[in-house]
């Protein structure tokens, strides 16, 4: 089964995850259709209660709605949360405008981290649906509404109904959280015709400033939840009381740690643990060796309150983060990092020829094994590119410390001929080389009838015959070696970090030369009056952009 | 919003791996600032999270951030945005400037504002640290002229129903859960975050724009930009 993949921990997590998204997403939506713009403080602080870093105040009689309607399930396949919202006119007339889904479908992301990415997703998903509930067109009807008509919300749990929506309607989807469980999926079907229909289809119920007072509506449908104002007046309670969330000793405190990801460690306090985990260290001790060669490593944990150690609402000013003052529990920190917020698992990592990047990801923890002046391959997504930081200098020293390794792909010819210029390297060609190599060289003097194993080879050597003469012609072109440039050796072993420590000097790039350098000095020159032009018809500009920089 | 020293600009666009969305608006003139102001509040509420407070032993926690509702004046439309005055500020002088240079002279009413996010990569010394973009979004504006009141109520609610649209577009993207950067140790979050707000914390990012003259060619304010981004400001 699913279950046995995912800790235990991890699963507990999930839903608890899940049962408060699910609730977020309830007072979001809701709180969207009041009518009232809405506001709240960000909070530099953690304060423990607000779930997904997120502000997002709950409303009491809300969540003990969803609550009602979740009856302690959660969102699976086939069982979905949904909020449906519709107006009601003075009339009575009633008319469905939205069904906002959450669902859960059966495509599972194993690989993913439940506690940093699924956590990440789920707040950024939450701020889409911020956004997306501000556009669709019931947003512009809510915030006129309470002279005309009012927008009410139902919350109802299990098959997604959309026949009330009408003919055309439309679709938005908010987002998708993909998890170990199933793949969590949020959207909006909303009526676009908005065109009162007949109004035998709808209920005539008692006008609707009853509806005001009592707060409660009762449909007719025995199976259907009752219907709920969406202008919740906190001030106006006829006295029912709601348990506030804050009782219910969910408390989500959360907090994330970065270390370098080869530490990537399961901590497990004794209580937490039935059987010694395959990897246990102590976390914190890790040599911090891994920061030196990417300055982009680390990997995230959530650590937590578990709820059943006692933490209720006393606690909650405090910013509850690790056990450390606290004897009641010990943080339960779980691996954490995900695609974009840690390393990627290695089953995502082309493959390279460091095989310490294996290795690490493969035995988490057996310390810290590292080709020491390796630069991180792992990092496959990073955007960093290595740019040879200007250094100028000729290759001249560094290719000819290079051994001799392997005959160039396209070389027909006896190993024992090997020349510098066959080295397995790009641009080998640009190299300066030893003039009694020249004889040697294939490009320059090719073999009298290769056998052509490819039409690029014929081409290569038609074009080095032809300027055999001037013994210039490898410059022309390059010998194109279809080994990839990082791979692994199997003469001569040479890994990433001696690759690119021998290539941090490249030769000196050609349009930098002198000659065409001047070249197009040439055409700026020739192009400044023209500019210059332009900048005097501005100059006024320039000056009170000057004055903008005092 | 950086106080130490900037980085060399990027010279020939974006980088290999930074994905770039474009979106493009027709507005009136008035309706420029409340509709840039609504995508770049809408992109960066997607692309901001709570200040990061670091603990010992490499864990940190996240603050919480707020969002408010702002309804626009000219164009039938409201948005979220975080709620963080440091950052409206900051947007609304970009997009100042912007209407501003789309009003001058030698514009015929089209430009461009960019939101770029980047990283920043310590160089070794004498060269400055690099940029690297990771996201790069695009607005392209085309400003039109109405004739009358009735031209100009239609606008409303016609530019009001594209912003939707374009709101959709970016929670699409978001929803891809592309390249984010990594969560950074305590010493590199001033490399992906921008940590100079006190309430909230959006990935380095910075705006830029480009005002289209009937020649097509960009002027002025391209070289404003690289002017503000060489000298330490």
Same mark, same amino acid.
């Given at each position: 089964a699913m279950d046995t993949d995912l800790s235990s921990q991890d699963r507990k997590d999930l839903d608890k995850f899940i049962k408060f998204f699910a609730l977020k997403t309830v007072q979001v939506i809701v709180q969207a259709r009041l009518g009232e713009k809405i506001c709240t403080r960000s909070s530099?602080?953690?304060?423990?209660?607000d779930w997904f870093n997120l502000a997002i105040k709950d409303i009491p009689e809300v969540t003990h709605e969803a609550k009602k309607a979740l009856a302690g399930q959660l969102p699976a396949v086939g069982r979905s949360m949904c909020v449906e919202i519709s107006l009601k006119t003075s009339e009575g007339d009633s008319m469905e405008l939205e069904i906002w889904c959450l669902e859960m479908n059966e495509?599972?992301?194993?690989?993913?981290?439940?506690?940093?990415t699924v956590y990440n997703r789920l707040s950024l998903l939450l701020k889409s649906l911020l956004a997306i509930t501000r556009v669709t067109p019931a947003y512009r009807l809510s915030r006129k509404q309470g002279h005309e008509y009012v927008i009410l919300y139902r919350i109802y749990f299990g098959e997604v109904q959309?026949?009330?929506?009408?003919?055309g309607f439309q679709t938005v989807r908010v987002g998708t959280v993909g998890t170990p469980v199933g793949t969590i999926t949020l959207s909006c079907a909303y009526r676009?015709?908005?065109?009162? /229909?007949?109004?035998?289809?709808?209920e005539r119920t008692p006008p609707i400033m009853g509806i005001i007072i009592d707060h409660f509506v009762d449909r007719p449908y025995p199976s259907s939840s009752p219907m709920h104002p969406c202008?919740?007046?906190?001030?106006?309670?006829?006295g029912a009381v709601y348990p506030s969330v804050?009782?219910?000793?969910?408390v989500c405190t959360t907090s994330f740690s970065t270390s370098?990801?080869?530490?990537?460690?399961?901590? $497990?306090?004794k209580a937490h643990f039935q059987t010694p985990p395959p990897v246990v260290t102590d976390?914190?001790?890790?040599?911090?060796?891994?920061l030196a060669f990417s300055h982009q490593l680390s990997s995230s944990r959530l650590s937590y309150q578990p709820?059943?150690?006692?933490?209720g609402s006393a606690d909650m000013?405090?910013? $509850?983060?690790?056990?450390g003052g606290l004897n009641a529990a010990h943080p339960h920190q779980l691996i954490g990092p995900g695609k974009?917020?840690?390393?990627?698992? $290695?089953?995502?990592?082309? %493959?390279?020829?460091?095989?310490a990047d294996q290795e690490r990801m493969c035995t988490p923890l057996d310390g810290v094994h590292y080709?020491?002046?390796?630069?991180?391959?792992?990092?496959?997504?990073?955007?960093v590119s290595n740019s040879?930081?200007?250094?100028?200098?000729?290759?001249h020293d560094l290719l000819e410390t290079i051994f001799i390794r392997k005959v160039g792909a396209f070389v027909n010819k006896?190993?024992?001929?090997?020349? /510098?210029?066959?080295?397995?390297?790009?641009? %080998?060609?640009?190299a300066p080389k030893n003039v009694e190599l020249e004889d040697n060289d294939p490009m320059v003097?090719?073999?009298?009838?290769?056998?052509?194993?490819s039409p690029l080879q014929g081409s290569l050597h038609s074009e080095g015959s032809s300027g055999s003469?001037?013994?210039?012609?490898?410059?022309?072109f390059v010998m194109i070696?279809?080994?990839?440039?990082?791979s692994k050796d199997d003469i001569l072993p040479m890994d990433l970090g001696t690759f690119y420590r021998e290539f941090?000097?490249?030769?000196?790039l050609s349009s930098l030369s002198i000659d065409i350098g001047a070249q197009s000095m040439a055409e700026d020159l020739d192009s400044l009056p023209e500019k210059l032009a332009v900048h005097e018809k501005n100059v006024k500009e320039f000056d009170a952009f000057v004055e903008t920089l005092q | 919003p950086l106080s130490s020293r900037c980085c060399a600009p990027r010279s020939a666009?974006?980088?290999?791996?930074c994905r770039a969305e474009v979106l493009e608006v027709s507005v009136e003139g008035r309706q420029v600032e409340e509709a840039m102001l609504a995508v770049l509040h809408t992109v960066l509420l997607h692309r901001s999270t709570g200040k990061f407070h670091y603990k010992k032993e490499g864990t940190y926690s996240i603050g919480t951030v707020g969002t408010q509702d702002v309804d626009c004046d000219f164009i039938d439309f409201a948005y979220v945005r975080v709620s963080s005055e440091e950052l409206d500020r900051a947007l609304r002088k970009a997009v100042g400037e912007f209407k501003d240079a789309l009003r001058?002279?030698?514009?015929?009413?089209m430009g461009q504002i960019s939101l770029e996010f980047y990283q920043k990569k310590k160089s070794r010394w004498p060269f400055s640290d690099e940029c690297i973009p990771w996201e790069l979004w695009t607005i392209k504006v085309n400003v039109v002229n109405l004739a009358n009141e009735q031209e100009r109520q239609i606008c409303r609610e016609k530019v009001g129903e594209k912003l939707c649209e374009k709101i959709i577009n970016i929670v699409e993207v978001m929803n891809r859960h592309e390249y984010l950067p990594k969560m950074p140790t305590q010493s590199e979050v001033d490399n992906v975050f921008d940590?100079?707000?006190?309430d909230v914390q959006p990935y380095l990012y910075k705006i830029s724009y480009q005002i289209t003259d009937s020649l097509g060619t960009s002027v002025t304010t391209t070289m404003r930009r690289l002017i503000k981004d060489t000298l330490a400001l």
């Open positions: 530099s602080s953690p304060t423990g209660s495509k599972c992301d194993k690989e993913i981290k439940v506690s940093y959309l026949s009330g929506l009408g003919e676009i015709n908005l065109a009162f /229909m007949s109004t035998r289809q709808f202008n919740y007046r906190a001030g106006e309670d006829n804050e009782d219910s000793q969910e370098p990801p080869s530490q990537c460690v399961f901590t $497990v306090t976390t914190l001790k890790v040599p911090v060796v891994g709820a059943a150690l006692g933490v000013g405090y910013p $509850v983060l690790f056990a974009e917020g840690g390393v990627p698992p $290695v089953p995502t990592q082309p %493959a390279h020829g460091t095989q080709s020491a002046a390796t630069p991180s391959s792992s990092e496959d997504t990073e955007t040879s930081e200007g250094k100028s200098g000729s290759p006896p190993v024992n001929q090997v020349t /510098m210029a066959n080295l397995d390297i790009p641009f %080998a060609m640009f003097n090719p073999p009298e009838s290769p056998e052509t194993e003469s001037t013994g210039n012609t490898h410059d022309d070696d279809f080994k990839p440039a990082f941090q000097n490249p030769p000196q | 666009g974006p980088a290999m791996n001058g002279s030698g514009s015929d009413g940590t100079s707000l006190k």
